[in-house]
């Protein structure tokens, strides 16, 4: 092109070197808009992933009951739930840890999951639990936990009997009857049933004495409550009994407990520990009924207490179960079965138990709580509990548990539990013990928190 051509070119359509610095401006200014743009659209998927979090005990001292509840876990929040649309359509993404049921573990996981950005964690033990219920509180973080502990019921500071003030847990919660409760209705139920046709009765007061480890503030929780209960119906009351949850042997503990002859015992460890407690109680004569906290009475309890429980001249085994066991015909339960197939297929399902179900049952009222803070356009820690949880009346979860209410004031789901005993090869119903409604006072004023 000559030297005249150009200039008449740049005269015409303005193609000098001023152009060309505009044009790539422009092209620089429409790449940060295109970026802008595409950003934006990533930003807007990653907010409809709701985070929960979860601590879980797969490896520590209650690793017997927390292995099966973690799968349940996961088989709901990872996979049902996602399939049934998740928060109203917003996916959720649940990032479990195992902590082996240390505290110091369990807070600085929670810790990484608060930096992951969870909205809501599904909880583990009592001493975790009640370690980190400060700090939860303080961070407006729902925490639904496999801790049913009185002590995490009472939403605002309180007082007890005794002049000493209590933090209020306001973001503690879970979906059982607490442990104080069942442990009231397992001694009501046994007092109510199978008091009146021992020899003894009308003769003497009957005798209660507790098997727990007395450093671990799940099994002691409700110790305090069931004494209490003990001296509203008329017991005596016999020496506890320090039984590790680890523990294989425990003839100490039952030769102790002979001194005394108890008709009736607590216990307040998870199945392993109890298992031996029945099966050194049968092998050395103690012919006790045993009664015993929810986390120690399950499907592999038998198979571990053998002929304690199963022989024609087997003790009488009660447990508190707020929930139904594995497989057992309940509203949803056909789900519960169905994702333990899908989900852990090499996991054969006679050995799957009654923990799944309460890992699904605890997702459960915290997937509604969640549901209803999201469609009030309030999913957050604050909005989750007050547009949520304390919005439930008698809100029915299914899986045979009861139906649950939560209000700004108090944190108990539900004010009785069903006993139930193992006899003939079966899980049986004794009684369904309604706690608030025998001692309506009682449960108002005085047996709150504790």
């Not at 009857?177 to 003497?204: E, I, M, Q, V």
């Not at 547009?387 to 979860?397: A, L, N, P, Q, S």
Request: proline letters at 4%; one cysteine or more; a positive charge.
């Amino acid at each position: 092109m000559s030297s005249s051509m150009a200039r008449n070119l740049q005269r015409r359509y303005g193609f000098n070197k001023k152009w060309g610095e505009d044009m790539k401006k422009k092209k620089i200014f429409i790449g940060l808009i295109t970026f802008v743009f595409l950003f934006g659209l990533a930003s807007i998927a990653v907010a409809q992933v709701i985070k929960i979090g979860g601590l879980k005990d797969t490896t520590g001292a209650t690793s017997d009951v927390g292995k099966d509840a973690a799968l349940g876990q996961e088989e709901f929040w990872q996979y049902y739930v996602n399939d049934m649309g998740g928060i109203n359509g917003k996916k959720v993404k649940y990032t479990w840890f195992d902590y082996g049921y240390r505290i110091p573990e369990a807070i600085t996981k929670y810790k990484l999951l608060k930096r992951m950005g969870v909205i809501a964690i599904m909880g583990w033990g009592t001493g975790d639990t009640e370690a980190l219920s400060p700090t939860i509180n303080k961070d407006k973080i729902p925490y639904v936990s496999d801790s049913y502990s009185a002590h995490l019921t009472r939403p605002k500071d309180w007082v007890d009997k005794d002049g000493k003030k209590h933090i209020g847990t306001a973001y503690n919660l879970f979906f059982s009857s607490d442990y104080s409760t069942n442990a009231r209705s397992c001694l009501t139920a046994w007092f109510d049933k199978k008091w009146p046709s021992h020899p003894d009765y009308g003769k003497r007061k009957p005798r209660l004495a507790c098997c727990y480890m007395f450093g671990s503030p799940y099994a002691s929780a409700p110790i305090a409550a069931i004494k209490n209960h003990a001296e509203v119906l008329g017991f005596d009351i016999g020496a506890d009994q320090d039984v590790s949850l680890f523990a294989i042997d425990t003839k100490s503990q039952i030769m102790a407990l002979k001194s005394f002859g108890p008709d009736v015992i607590w216990h307040g460890n998870t199945t392993m520990s109890v298992s031996s407690t029945i099966r050194d109680s049968y092998a050395l004569g103690l012919k006790a009924a045993h009664i015993i906290n929810n986390w120690g009475f399950d499907e592999n309890l038998p198979r571990l207490a053998g002929e304690a429980m199963n022989a024609p001249d087997a003790l009488t085994v009660m447990g508190a179960t707020p929930n139904g066991f594995f497989g057992q015909e309940c509203d949803l339960m056909d789900k519960v079965v169905e994702y333990a197939k899908r989900v852990h297929p090499g996991i054969p399902q006679e050995k799957r138990i009654c923990r799944t179900v309460q890992g699904w049952s605890n997702g459960l009222v915290l997937w509604e709580a969640m549901k209803r803070a999201d469609k009030a356009g309030d999913l957050t820690g604050p909005g989750i509990m007050k547009k949520g949880f304390e919005t439930m009346r008698d809100f029915h979860i299914g899986l045979c548990t009861g139906n649950v209410t939560y209000t700004s004031e108090d944190h108990r789901p539900t004010g009785g539990c069903w006993v139930q005993e193992w006899k003939n090869g079966g899980f049986h119903k004794v009684e369904f013990v309604d706690v608030k409604g025998r001692w309506p006072q009682q449960w108002a004023s005085e047996w709150h928190g504790w």
